[in-house]
């Protein structure tokens, strides 16, 4: 890279634009969308489509909504004729869709392009003559009388072609090709004398496409270049000023949207941007955009999955992870702050409410997404992410000690293993650490009324020795603490049944710590009944608790419940 690059590039140049209106202009309609999927898209793949996926592609860009669609170059190859004609005679293409075709300004190419669309119930021909500076001086060699002439001898070809094929109805659209770098008198003379050759009547209008056919500056500039023909355009009420910005700059949305601001009626676009260099404007995302602004785009993207499939077929080019609504990960959470604000938003979001969830601009469920991948799990994720996907898929609301407890844990296990921790891991995790007996086991328990209260006769196994012991307090677990008589007390007890049917599972989690002190554990237990299940949950909390400090719970001989090191243990 040079390290003087002003000797090589010129900045762009800033609009002379008084009392611009677009900056403080809301959008409030979507605007009449072009697909040139078919057309601008296909031209830049490497392996263009063949008829067969045209046609699948076409169908589809219907179903949707799309209202104009630029079926093709007809002028360009047998292929692209042959596509446009099998549209018309094979009777595909929908009442409501009118197909466009584009051509250059020569005469003998607007006849077969007329040729190619006749027969259609309404069809465009699109012309287009290159007017910027550079474009005139080292492509044609032409000045700029010269352009208006062909623009002016193009539309009067059109205007003779398209009588003869009077049973469709015709437009035209004009493309001042390369509009982004060119000068904004020359545009709009150019664009008024293709206006006044065409002379619409009856309400009838020319469409004046400005391609931003390559992005040269950034999307306000563009932006003041609309609203500058929008406002000069000497017969703007004969006109519907449509825009076809590409994405050189990586701004081509944004660009789009400035300029719908600045008067622009009209998108011309792809889905997911295709298009020659870096793409045309994607229209999805474009589309998806006015949606989350409360404004129906008027374009079917409730099955965005579908959509993305057919396309990566159609194109043989894959849509990015990433992309905007569309990618696979879009909707997906790893780090742990987000998926702690995404779970406590869903648990407020109520239906047919305002959308208001963290991080998630659009309701998946409005695309056709289910929740399932919204949260998932790596070394980047906390508890948030770790508690939403055991409520989602396993019924499980943790006490929120317990999902910093399991984080950590699945912190760990993902240091040492690495990449996606799936939903049946981190299950089998939440089990391995949490619902296997170890040393200390429940076996069984019965419970009595006595004078003090409520008494417990309780059987377990330690060490591979079973006992019985018996306690009493003011409730089952006091009086189970009382018959265990171990240096441990409760800090927190939940418990809740998984279903409401009766005779649902029970689960039980138990907060404990030695009484001198040191960092809480729990426990949990399931059961069918509720009593078994916190008795199994203190259980298998003392026996972590025991393994935290490197101690096993046995026997003594006094049938006493008591531990001794692990060490000794191994030992003996």
């Not at 296909?42 to 489509?49: C, D, G, I, S, T």
């Not at 004398?193 to 040269?216: F, H, M, R, S, Y």
């Not at 825009?243 to 400035?258: I, K, S, W, Y």
């Not at 963290?358 to 991948?373: E, F, H, N, Q, T």
């Amino acid at each position: 890279m040079m390290q003087n690059p002003q000797k090589k590039y010129r900045p762009f140049a800033p609009v002379a634009l008084q009392q611009r209106q677009w900056p403080d202009r809301v959008l409030t309609v979507a605007p009449i969308w072009l697909s040139t999927d078919l057309r601008d898209g296909n031209q830049a793949l490497l392996e263009p489509m063949d008829r067969a996926r045209k046609k699948t592609l076409f169908e589809m860009i219907s179903r949707l909504g799309f209202k104009e669609i630029e079926v093709g170059f007809p002028s360009a190859s047998q292929t692209e004729f042959d596509f446009v004609r099998d549209l018309i005679e094979g009777g595909l293409i929908p009442g409501d869709v009118t197909i466009s075709a584009l051509t250059p300004a020569r005469r003998e190419l607007i006849q077969r392009t007329v040729a190619a669309l006749q027969g259609a119930r309404r069809a465009i021909v699109h012309v287009y003559v290159a007017v910027a500076p550079v474009f005139r001086s080292v492509v044609f060699g032409r000045t700029r009388a010269d352009m208006i002439a062909m623009a002016v001898d193009a539309v009067s070809a059109i205007r003779e072609e398209t009588a003869a094929a009077g049973e469709t109805q015709w437009a035209i659209e004009f493309s001042p090709e390369a509009f982004s770098g060119a000068e904004l008198e020359f545009s709009r003379e150019i664009c008024d004398a293709v206006v006044d050759a065409w002379n619409p009547q009856g309400g009838d209008k020319v469409i004046i496409n400005l391609p931003a056919t390559v992005e040269l500056s950034t999307p306000n500039i563009f932006a003041d270049q609309v609203e500058w023909m929008h406002t000069n355009l000497r017969r703007r009420p004969d006109v519907i000023l449509s825009v076809h910005p590409h994405n050189d700059r990586g701004t081509a949305v944004a660009a789009a949207e400035l300029a719908m601001a600045a008067g622009a009626e009209r998108i011309e676009g792809c889905l997911f941007g295709h298009g020659e260099r870096t793409g045309n404007v994607d229209l999805v995302t474009l589309a998806l955009n006015l949606y989350t602004q409360g404004i129906h785009p008027g374009i079917d993207l409730s099955r965005i999955d579908e959509v993305a499939r057919t396309v990566e077929h159609c194109t043989r080019l894959p849509v990015a992870p990433r992309h905007p609504y569309a990618g696979d990960l879009v909707f997906t959470a790893f780090s742990g702050s987000h998926q702690d604000a995404i779970k406590k938003g869903f648990a407020v979001q109520e239906a047919d409410a305002v959308w208001n969830v963290p991080y998630l601009p659009i309701d998946p469920a409005d695309v056709g997404r289910s929740y399932d991948a919204v949260i998932r799990i790596n070394g980047q994720s906390g508890k948030g992410g770790v508690s939403y996907i055991l409520e989602r898929d396993h019924g499980l609301i943790l006490p929120r000690r317990l999902q910093i407890e399991l984080g950590r844990q699945v912190k760990l296990h993902t240091d040492a293993n690495g990449g996606e921790m799936q939903s049946a891991d981190l299950w089998r995790l939440f089990q391995d650490t949490y619902l296997v007996d170890g040393d200390l086991s429940y076996v069984h328990h019965e419970l009595y009324e006595a004078r003090e209260g409520q008494a417990v006769r309780l059987s377990l196994r330690a060490g591979g020795t079973r006992a019985e012991v018996e306690g009493t307090g003011n409730g089952p677990l006091d009086a189970m603490m009382h018959a265990l008589d171990v240096p441990v007390r409760l800090v927190h007890y939940e418990e809740y049944a998984l279903g409401r049917e009766a005779g649902a599972e029970a689960v039980a989690f138990v907060e404990m710590e030695w009484k001198d002190g040191g960092t809480p554990i729990f426990g949990v237990g399931f059961s069918h009944n509720i009593v078994t299940a916190s008795y199994m949950a203190v259980m298998r909390g003392l026996d972590r608790l025991a393994r935290a400090r490197g101690r096993c719970w046995r026997i003594d001989g006094k049938g006493r419940l008591n531990w001794e090191d692990a060490a000794d243990a191994v030992a003996s």
